[in-house]
């Protein structure tokens, strides 16, 4: 259905006109070197776009007061002397003569990529926009903020097109506090914001921005902030809090839209966030929220001062709005101390407004939490800061690779009288494999190899995954006669062949034939009901559900917080995904889970399903070619049993698997109630 991109070479037209400090990062080559980047890498060409209009006056008013329009509005006729003066009663913004034309054409921007998205013209976008806007408040420009556009957005999408729920991300290192003020008593929009902190010593330096505030009246439990009170903060600290916080809730929340605020100063290099996230991992936070709202997504640009990472950046989520395999995940060697006690403090303060929380450790007693330092500005810590800053913007990092996506998207080994999914390529191979294989196959499978078809089947998944391995074919789907009986063999040639990680991933109780290997080739994870053996060995991990695979917020919980991390810190070079006989498992939760998986390996998953599942080839191929997983609908609470049954997993699991870890020291003395 397409990606926009709303961009104009307008919003390069004004800049700091007087020298201050704060402001000398936000300059107009942030613009330039992004669409740059765009366009350099073939993706502004496949994107849509249009001109874009200014927001109207009625447009502003949604979210900012008549008092602050008119004098904004002043600003074009004002004198340098007097646009310096203006500047004077807001924090850390400057005004220019072309400012509100840009601000206009910013928060329009914003709006056109929501009509473009609500009204299915694309199925998503990015609006590339200056000045930015999640600072700004009713009646106050603040932090390079003139006014909010996404906050506008949202407002304007709830009028115009009677969305009720609206979900914005905001990943800027900075804390949008305009945004949160805009809807802190709006429980029709959930804001989730993670910004650097330190115990409120870095800027805007809010006792508003802790993890304990959370919204007010019917607001309440609709405001995340997420706290870093140390810098360095990396990729594993980011997925960390999108597994155990965002997504659990977003899943339960439902949104009907999803806005970005999506700044790019929480990358590695950025002098003002100062953190090590690489620019890759954009690309992962845009997948995993890809799937929410019908795939609704609106990115509309914050900050990103570090004029390599920022247009990096900027690619890589664009790219994977426009579907293409997201990269391998880098760098995941599970949170860091700091960030476990902010997750621990964001988790225990929303447990009471979430049921997907409501197991999660109670608010550590310590004080370490809760402590805040003094704002104390010494002078000589400025001087060190601005060292530091330096350091920080010379850091070098690997150019992210290329990604290439393979000529085939999606092959399906299928049954003749099965037909062809739309957009699907039939996959066989004619090469009859040699004797030595076909005695292995009949060892492994006996009487099932003695059947023709069988064989050719085979064979031709075994050519499937060579293919997929050399990336010519992205990924693929086969209805099979007999799952456990072809699993082992295709995973263990997977394994071999390629000398590689393979993560199995089984849904509905399959006894999957010959034991899996411990030595770290194959990750089995398995979703099936109580009669299954509970496992938690750590390549081997068998998760019984109450009713199976039946319940959805049970399902999607173990998704999320167990199975996402474990895929993730695994790092596979292939998915298996499999669907027995009668998995229970809904046709929205599997399209999800087919969804989300596709993070992996490059996307290459391999699905294989009971030939007694045919009625599901459609909605799995339309999964795998990347389309938007249906909506869940809101979730109800798990059931206490599951609950407890993914959290004791998680627990016996967490010292193998860092990802899965939710609070200091959660195997060792500090044990969780
Ligand atoms: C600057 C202090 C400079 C959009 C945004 C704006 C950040 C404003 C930061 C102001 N402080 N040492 O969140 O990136
Ligand atoms: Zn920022």
């Known amino acids: 259905m397409g990606t926009a991109l709303f961009y104009d070479e307008e919003m390069t037209k004004y800049k700091l006109l007087w020298v201050d400090p704060a402001c000398k990062i936000e300059v107009p080559e942030r613009l330039t070197v992004s669409y740059e980047a765009l366009v350099k890498n073939g993706l502004a060409d496949r994107c849509i776009s249009g001109p874009i209009r200014e927001a109207t006056d009625a447009d502003i008013l949604l979210v900012h007061s008549e008092e602050y329009l008119e004098a904004v509005k002043k600003t074009p006729y004002m004198t340098l002397e007097d646009l310096k003066e203006f ?52 009646s106050a420009a603040n932090g390079f903020c003139v006014f909010n556009n996404v906050a506008t957005a949202a407002q304007y999408a709830k009028k115009k097109y009677s969305v009720e729920r609206v979900l914005i991300v905001d990943w800027d290192i900075h804390h949008g506090q305009g945004v949160q003020y805009c809807f802190q008593e709006d ?56 597994f155990h916080v965002l997504l659990p809730v977003a899943y339960e929340f439902c949104p009907e839209l999803v806005l970005v605020c999506a700044g790019f100063d929480s990358a590695i290099g950025d002098p003002e966030g100062e953190m090590c996230a690489t620019p890759d991992i954009f690309a992962h936070l845009t997948h995993l929220l890809m799937n929410l709202a019908g795939g609704k997504l609106c990115a509309v640009l914050e ?19 426009l579907g293409d395999p997201a990269p391998l995940p880098t760098n995941l060697f599970g949170p860091c101390e700091s960030a476990l006690e902010s997750l621990h403090c964001v988790r225990s303060v929303h447990r009471q407004y979430w049921s997907c929380l409501k ?5 550590p007693t310590s004080e370490i939490s809760t402590k805040r330092i003094k704002i104390e500005e010494k002078e000589d810590e400025k001087t060190e800061n601005e060292e530091e800053k330096k350091r920080v913007e010379e850091k070098v990092w690997p150019e992210p690779p290329k990604r290439v996506s393979p000529l085939i998207h999606t092959a399906v080994v299928l049954p003749d009288d099965v037909p062809c999914p739309n957009r699907c390529e039939r996959f066989s191979t004619l090469a009859i494999p040699d004797l030595v294989t076909v005695n ?28 997929m391995g050399q990336n010519e074919i992205r990924n693929g789907l086969a209805l099979v006669h007999d799952v456990c009986m072809v699993v082992p063999y295709l995973v263990q040639h997977a394994a071999t062949a390629s000398n590689r990680r393979v993560l199995v991933v089984c849904v509905g109780d399959a006894r999957l034939r ?24 750590k390549y081997n991990i068998t998760v019984c559900l109450q009713k199976g695979c039946t319940d959805i917020s049970g399902f999607t919980h173990t998704v999320l917080s167990l199975l996402l991390p474990l895929g993730y810190e695994y790092d596979p070079s292939l998915v298996l995904l499999i669907r027995s006989a009668d998995s229970g498992v809904c046709d929205s939760a599997w399209q999800h889970l087919t969804g ?8 290459r998953t391999l699905v294989l399903m009971q030939e007694t599942e045919k009625a599901c080839v459609g909605i799995t191929a339309s999964s795998l070619l990347g389309d938007a997983a249906p909506s869940l609908g809101q979730l109800h609470a798990p059931l206490l049993e599951d609950v407890e049954t993914i959290e004791r997993v998680r627990h016996r699991l967490q010292v193998d698997w860092k990802l899965l870890q939710t609070t200091v020291m959660e195997t060792g003395r500090g044990d969780s109630p």
């Not at 805007?204 to 870093?228: H, M």
């Not at 010959?514 to 060995?537: A, I, R, W, Y």
């Not at 989300?596 to 490059?602: K, R």
Request: hydrophobic share 35%.
């Open 87 to 138: 500047t004077l009663q807001y924090g850390d913004v400057y005004f220019h003569p072309n400012i509100y034309h840009c601000a206009k054409l910013a928060a329009g921007a914003a709006l056109q990529l929501v009509d473009s998205v609500m009204t299915g013209t694309v199925r998503n976008g990015m609006a590339l926009v200056r000045p930015p806007g999640h600072h700004s408040m009713r």
């Open 303 to 321: 900050g990103g001062y570090n004029l390599t990472s920022l247009p990096q950046s900027v690619c890589q989520t664009v790219q994977t709005l």
């Open 359 to 363: 197991h999660a450790a109670e608010l």
């Open 596 to 603: 989300l998986l596709q993070g992996l390996a490059h996307g």
């Open 187 to 242: 429980p029709s929009v959930l804001y989730f914001s993670w910004h650097r902190y330190e115990h409120q010593k870095f800027w805007p330096n809010l006792r508003d921005s802790d993890f304990d505030i959370i919204g007010t009246d019917k607001g309440a439990g609709f405001n995340i902030n997420v706290p870093w009170n140390k810098v360095g903060m990396n990729n594993s600290d980011y997925l960390s809090i999108f």
């Open 440 to 467: 292995k196959l009949r060892e492994n499978l006996l009487e099932a190899a003695s059947d023709s078809s069988a064989l050719s089947t085979l064979s031709s998944l075994i050519s499937l995954i060579e293919k």
């Open 514 to 537: 010959s034991p899996f290997k411990d030595d770290g080739k194959t990750l089995l994870v398995q979703f099936g009901n109580k009669e299954l053996e509970e496992k938690h060995n």
